[in-house]
């Protein structure tokens, strides 16, 4: 008997362009049902731009390979254990898992079993609102009263919300990321037990995890009043020690635009080095995060345009941006004018080229060697001095005038 859907909910169209029409009619070619699983679907129903799409079948994946290749399809064994096969259609992916059960948790690592039972394959996921799955018709199924939750702002977990973190300790990160981005009212009081139990065990996750759930949280609208959850529950603690006071963070939300780097900068506001290499950032996130932290460039209000674009100029308008904000919110807004006029400084900055390079020295008769860099680095300090104005012209006589000198 044909399992009769909750309700209806119109596709958004990435999930019923020629790209997913590919991928679904590749896996439906024997009469499988498939469906779209997951935060695609919670996505589609709350509006909010949509990640990855998922989709959910009972075929095993030797039969999903065979048939997405059948297709013309490119299919990638992403995570063939768990029953995942990514599906490449129109140059995108569409992950593809199996229906299955879990059969064995270690709080890091699950044995699953293939099912063909839409409802358990439901039950082993971390929240009501992710727990939902459509057809590709429409057809809408909520086991666990998702829909109701995501529209009442209560993230809750499926079932004993022990047992889910018990399962899988990196649900209690995943919890504090979505009570940022939905929550709205009283957290559900089961779930922050539940976090609250397993604190000491986030030790045991693999630091990339912990990295990139702390950095999608901190990406949230407003992710103060979690992290002061989380400080109150004691994960804060457990994921970032370092984490200082957050009263520079909650001005910076107010004035940012979501860098999720340059809030954990606020909330470290001491140990960005130190913390850039315990969280395993790229080499290029630890470097900006440290140049953030003292001794860092100190910037002021006060400061005229030219001296800004000598920082500017030094820095780079990424990290002078980073830098105006955080020194605004540290400064509460007093200067607001004078620190949007900083930014928009930094928007119309184009940093400009030297003149003169090592040739031009050359060129006059001057030898290889330390001192065709000493000219040009006097060059330079004479132009930045003249606040970037000179041009090629007037930078080359005046390489003569000191080479000659």
């Not at 935060?39 to 998922?54: T, W």
């Not at 030797?62 to 768990?82: M, N, S, W, Y």
Request: hydrophobic share 45%; proline share 5%.
């Amino acid at each position: 008997m044909t399992e009769q859907p909750t309700g209806t909910l119109p596709l958004p169209d990435v999930l019923c362009d020629d790209a997913a029409r590919s991928v679904v009619a590749a896996l439906t070619a024997r009469g499988a049902e498939v469906r779209f699983v997951g935060g695609c679907v919670r996505d589609a129903m709350s509006g909010e731009a949509m990640g990855d799409v998922d989709l959910a079948t009972p075929d095993r994946p030797d039969t999903v390979i065979e048939l997405l290749e059948r297709a013309g399809l490119k299919a990638v064994p992403t995570g063939l254990k768990h029953g995942t096969i990514t599906a490449v259609s129109e140059g995108r992916p569409f992950e593809v898992t199996t229906l299955r059960v879990d059969v064995e948790t270690d709080g890091r690592h699950a044995e699953v079993a293939f099912t063909d039972d839409w409802k358990a394959d439901a039950a082993r996921r971390d929240f009501t609102f992710n727990a939902m799955s459509l057809r590709p018709d429409g057809g809408f199924f909520d086991y666990f009263g998702g829909r109701d939750d995501l529209t009442a702002g209560r993230v809750r977990f499926v079932g004993d919300a022990q047992s889910r973190v018990e399962e899988d300790y990196l649900r209690v990160l995943r919890y504090f990321r979505f009570l940022a981005r939905f929550g709205q009212g009283e957290p559900d009081a089961q779930a922050v037990a539940a976090c609250r139990a397993a604190s000491s065990q986030l030790a045991r996750l693999s630091i990339e995890r912990v990295r990139n759930e702390l950095l999608k949280l901190l990406g949230a609208p407003n992710p103060v009043p979690t992290l002061g959850l989380m400080r109150e529950t004691g994960v804060l603690a457990a994921i970032l020690p370092d984490a200082g006071a957050m009263d520079v963070l909650v001005t910076l939300v107010g004035i940012d635009d979501r860098d999720p780097l340059r809030r954990l900068a606020a909330l470290v506001p001491n140990a960005g080095g130190k913390v850039g290499s315990a969280l395993k950032l790229s080499k290029a996130e630890q470097d900006r995060l440290g140049a953030l932290a003292p001794p860092c460039a100190v910037i002021d209000p006060d400061m005229d345009i030219p001296l800004q674009r000598q920082l500017l100029y030094d820095l780079g308008a990424e990290r002078f941006t980073d830098l105006v904000l955080l020194f605004w919110a540290a400064d509460r807004e007093v200067h607001a004018d004078a620190w949007r006029a900083m930014l928009q400084t930094a928007q119309a900055w184009d940093r400009p080229a030297l003149p003169v390079r090592g040739s031009d020295v050359l060129a006059l008769g001057v030898p290889s060697g330390e001192r065709v860099g000493e000219l040009v680095d006097a060059v330079e300090r004479w132009w930045r001095a003249g606040d970037f104005q000179a041009d090629r012209d007037a930078c080359l006589a005046q390489l003569r005038e000191i080479a000659t000198s």
